[in-house]
């Protein structure tokens, strides 16, 4: 194992991490917004906070990002809080916990067991905890309130985790094209009425399917997914902002008319 060098800033972290468990001790004593709070009310709260750091990391805002990551330390620190009120935990467990997974589920660098890339130690990783206790499936964890796409991506990993997964990224693409033509079947655009609950497995299939097709070219379908809407919100506005200054109202414009400052649109960076 190769050791760390030196940290010449650990004082200053760990100082850092202190002086944030005591300013959420006054807090919670002093403010009466921070005394109510439970894990319950806090929740959504973090929800939103991933979901801004997500957006200052796909905005390559750095700055952006130590913030966001601020904001859910500190998150963290509450929620270790109020456990700990609570006699359950405190932080310094919380801390221990993840720790003791990290050594357990990594015995190719603190046991004896050999994993020479990144695919073996997924693997082992996964093989570890589905002998945990608790995990009676690979996929058992797998949170079911993730957003479908991002669960579609977990689930896929974890079955490659213990080798359930195509050999070839060509085999995923035949199946994309074989799940695409059961969904035109399913949903024919001339028919005048579809089989909607047929139709709406079918483009299930395909879309897990396009999913697995992304994670074998090394895609993340969530990021290309949330690129492409940023992009569209980007050329929205310009149509919005262009033709409002040309006195045009948008809801009046016709399919044409918004055309034109579309393709201007994608001209913009």
């Excluded at 801390?95 to 130690?121: C, F, M, Q, T, W």
């Excluded at 990783?125 to 608790?134: P, V, Y």
């Excluded at 034109?260 to 649109?265: G, H, M, P």
Aim: charged share 40%.
């Amino acid at each position: 194992m190769i050791i760390p060098p030196k940290d010449e800033r650990r004082k200053e972290k760990l100082e850092a991490f202190d002086r944030l468990l005591t300013i959420m001790d006054e807090l919670r004593l002093n403010c009466p917004w921070d005394k109510k709070q439970t894990l319950e009310s806090i929740r959504h709260l973090t929800i939103e906070e991933t979901y801004e750091l997500s957006d200052a990391i796909l905005n390559e805002n750095i700055e952006e990002v130590k913030k966001e990551i601020g904001d859910l330390m500190l998150h963290m620190v509450f929620y270790s809080k109020i456990a700990d009120e609570q006699k359950a935990f405190d932080v310094a467990d919380a801390l221990n916990s993840i720790s003791d997974k990290l050594v357990h589920r990594h015995p190719h660098i603190y046991g004896d067991v050999e994993a020479n890339d990144a695919e073996a130690v997924k693997a082992n990783w996964e093989k570890i905890k589905l002998k945990e206790k608790g995990n009676k499936s690979v996929l058992g964890g797998v949170p079911n309130s993730l957003p479908a796409l991002v669960k579609a991506i977990r689930i896929q990993d974890k079955a490659r985790g213990v080798g359930f997964d195509w050999e070839k990224k060509e085999q995923v693409w035949e199946k994309v094209e074989e799940e695409m033509q059961e969904f035109k079947e399913e949903f024919n655009a001339e028919a005048e009425a579809i089989d909607k609950e047929k139709a709406t497995l079918e483009f299930g299939d395909l879309l897990f399917s396009l999913v697995n097709y992304a994670r074998f070219i090394d895609i993340d379908p969530e990021e290309a997914l949330e690129r492409t809407n940023l992009k569209f919100i980007k050329r929205f506005q310009f149509l919005e902002t262009e033709s409002k200054k040309d006195g045009k109202n948008i809801s009046e414009m016709s399919l044409e008319e918004m055309e034109v400052y579309w393709e201007k649109a994608k001209q913009l960076k």
